[in-house]
């Protein structure tokens, strides 16, 4: 599997996905028939040899934007760009049939960039755009799966920016901002989906780090962010 990951780890904007440890699921940010990226099955064995879907201007341009997770039969991921006002697109993938749907916009809500990953909750996917909304620091958004429908949650800060993926705590979902805060240096937010209540839990210094563009991970309670910048080098990590 490590293998694999080192292959690949030029062609990648972000994460893979697994199955019972045999193949490898993930998108690229460039590549393909016309260079916008692609969705590729690797297998972690070898040969190594990888099945791909490309990503295409009228389906999805821009490469995929974070990793892919399954719910059922499909996987779901986003793009950076292409739809409504180069927003980005939010598609599924069929691994099986190699067939790729996008299925809504972002430019439809306001929205740009969709940079951040999705995280699936109650046959709804959540997930943020980068850009957009009304103070042009992202936005974050709400899919519902079975009817097809994709709506505006909450407007996040002017400067926001975030790149990255919810993570759940105590009903909350959790994910960090690039800017913003209390500080101008990032933050740490919440978000209520029953409320689209937004709530800033953790804003850097600047000492503690700043920009954070890693993955957000709650290990028993602990919050575990990576800063892209600080003056220490290991992982920064908050009680919650």
Same mark, same amino acid.
């Given at each position: ?12 904007? @972000? ?9 490898? %699921? =993930?998108? !690229?940010? /460039?590549? #393909?028939?016309? *260079?916008? $990226? ?26 995929? @934007? ?9 996987? %779901? =991921?986003? !793009?950076? /760009?292409? #739809?409504?006002? *180069?927003? $980005?697109?939010?598609f599924s993938w069929n691994h099986l049939t190699n ?30 755009? !980068? ?110």
């Amino acid at each position: 599997m490590k293998r694999s990951l080192l292959i690949l780890s030029g062609l990648l904007l @972000s994460g893979l996905s697994a199955i019972a440890q045999i193949q490898l %699921y =993930g998108v !690229t940010g /460039a590549g #393909g028939t016309q *260079n916008l $990226g692609t969705t590729f099955i690797q297998q972690s064995e070898a040969p190594f040899t990888y099945t791909h879907s490309s990503f295409k201007t009228i389906v999805g341009a821009g490469g995929g @934007s974070s990793h892919m997770i399954k719910v059922g039969d499909l996987f %779901y =991921g986003t !793009t950076i /760009a292409d #739809g409504p006002n *180069n927003g $980005g697109v939010l598609f599924s993938w069929n691994h099986l049939t190699n067939e790729y749907l996008d299925l809504a916009y972002f430019g439809d809500i306001g929205g740009e960039l969709g940079f951040g990953g999705l995280f699936h909750k109650d046959g709804k996917l959540y997930g943020m755009t !980068t850009e957009g909304g009304a103070n042009d620091g992202g936005l974050i958004y709400e899919y519902t799966i079975s009817t097809d429908a994709l709506v505006k949650k909450a407007d996040l800060a002017a400067g926001a920016l975030p790149y990255g993926t919810f993570t759940e705590h105590n009903d909350l979902l959790l994910a960090y901002t690039s800017g913003a805060g209390d500080n101008g240096y990032g933050s740490v937010i919440s978000f209520d989906p029953e409320t689209g209540d937004v709530n800033t839990i953790h804003s850097f210094t600047g000492l503690d780090g700043s920009s954070p563009y890693g993955t957000l991970l709650n290990v028993e309670g602990t919050l575990w962010v990576q800063p892209a910048m600080a003056e220490i080098s290991t992982p920064v990590h908050y009680s919650i």
